[in-house]
């Protein structure tokens, strides 16, 4: 099976510090120009008479994808997956490039081998992915307050858990949402006309697709306009894609992740319903493509920066409807903000009476990783400790079923998830 391409930049990429190339040398675990590696590796290239590679910039749509990986997980799969060099890499991260059509093989052979999903970041240029190499950008220390007490108990008086399970039938009744397929571009039209209807007669509410050059299902961004502060943003969300093998398996991802969408979806009724008006900006989204490697929320999140967008909270809703441990809510401490994550656990602690622990979820697990590594305040709230998730993720199993045709668990996130939008965006 072929995996990886493999260049004579490869080799000289690989060999990252021990040479010098056209008057640079990339360091790889102190921090890279990388405009000025992929150049001189260009260069040093030509020059040693190997193959040239097209300079990077936004391949054709579906061509090529990078993926950063830990070399420990490539090292796990390497007989199936890794049997060529990375392209780059660092002490814990390496680059691949690898074929589109195989990235779904890499996200099973994760999820099999280390119970990690995806646990990668695929991008659709090489400079996006040696981003990755570096350390992401340190955060600002933000004083987080919990002293919302009357709006956040008439928001919670209104989150009910059968418009959540109604929005997972819906979204679980597609024979997949996988991100390249039919039934994934239709999954993501059917919540943008659901969530227009919220934008009717509220002229601070509006609704858009973002869109991704390289696979058609697009993201799903609902923006709820901030009264006094609008430029200050907080962003809650989930991935919309679902996956079970590939493109044609029936994948109806109930819990991953219908639940974390419907969660999102009923926070924004309930604030709806109670015409509540944020003083600063909330950004619904659902994220295309996050089992292919955190495509869409990686797309999004990059794109936020680049724009400079004020981001000061960011909730990730990533399966919560299987109750597979004692305690109702876990928090991924890693590749997340720790202030925040405390701030979490206070609105527990103050306004719902939950029980809550801490798991950690390792590279690349989800899409609050690309919010993180992008400078941002990132959480995920997780439905059981890690090695008592739902046993029917990516299967044709997923069903509302498994839970009964209930959403008791989600119901807890959900009301998580709303006194955080009330106490963020205050
Ligand atoms: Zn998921």
Redesign the pocket.
């Known amino acids: 099976m072929r995996v990886l391409k493999y260049t004579m930049v490869c080799l000289i990429l690989a060999g990252g510090a021990a040479r010098a190339f056209a008057g640079y040398t990339p360091d790889f675990d102190g921090g890279v120009d990388v405009k000025l590696a992929i150049q001189a590796a260009i260069e040093s290239a030509a020059s040693a008479g190997g193959l040239v590679p097209e300079v990077p910039g936004r391949a054709e749509p579906g061509q090529r994808v990078w993926v950063s990986i830990e070399r420990s997980a490539a090292a796990a799969l390497d007989r199936e997956l890794f049997k060529s060099l990375p392209l780059a890499q660092n002490q814990r991260i390496a680059i691949y490039e690898v074929d589109p059509s195989e990235l779904g093989a890499l996200a099973d052979g994760m999820h099999r081998a280390l119970r990690k999903?995806p646990g990668f970041f695929a991008h659709d240029t090489l400079e996006a992915a040696l981003e990755d190499l570096k350390a992401p950008p340190a955060q600002p220390a933000r004083a987080y307050t919990v002293d919302q007490a009357q709006r956040v108990a008439q928001t919670l008086a209104l989150v009910k858990e059968e418009s959540i399970v109604s929005v997972i039938a819906s979204l679980s009744s597609y024979k997949n949402r996988y991100y390249r397929g039919a039934t994934g571009v239709d999954s993501s039209k059917w919540l943008q006309r659901l969530w227009g209807k919220y934008a009717e007669g509220r002229p601070d509410i509006s609704v858009a697709p973002f869109k991704h050059a390289s696979f058609p299902q697009e993201s799903v961004i609902l923006t709820m306009q901030g009264a006094a502060e609008p430029e200050k943003v907080i962003v809650i969300g989930g991935?919309l894609d679902s996956i079970a093998g590939g493109g044609d398996s029936p994948a109806p991802g109930a819990d991953?992740?219908a639940s974390g969408v419907a969660v999102t979806n009923e926070v924004i009724r309930a604030l709806v319903e109670g015409g509540y008006r944020p003083a600063k900006t909330i950004k619904f989204i659902a994220f295309a493509a996050?089992?292919a490697g955190l495509r869409g929320s990686g797309e999004v999140a990059a794109a936020f920066k680049k724009a400079g967008v004020a981001v000061e909270g960011m909730l990730n809703l990533?399966?919560v409807n299987y109750k597979g441990s004692a305690k109702d809510i876990y928090f991924v401490s890693d590749n997340t903000s720790a202030d925040q994550n405390a701030f979490l656990g206070k609105l527990i602690d103050t306004y719902l009476g939950y029980s809550w622990g801490s798991i950690k979820c390792g590279y690349g697990c989800?899409d609050h990783a690309s919010w993180t590594k992008n400078g941002y305040p990132a959480s995920l709230p997780f439905e059981s400790m890690f090695n008592q998730c739902n046993p029917f993720i990516h299967k044709a199993t997923d069903t509302l079923a498994q839970t009964g045709g209930r959403a008791e668990h989600a119901l807890k996130f959900a009301r998580l998830a709303a006194a955080y939008a009330v106490e963020l965006a205050k």
């Open positions: 999903a991935h991953d992740n996050e089992e990533d399966m989800s």
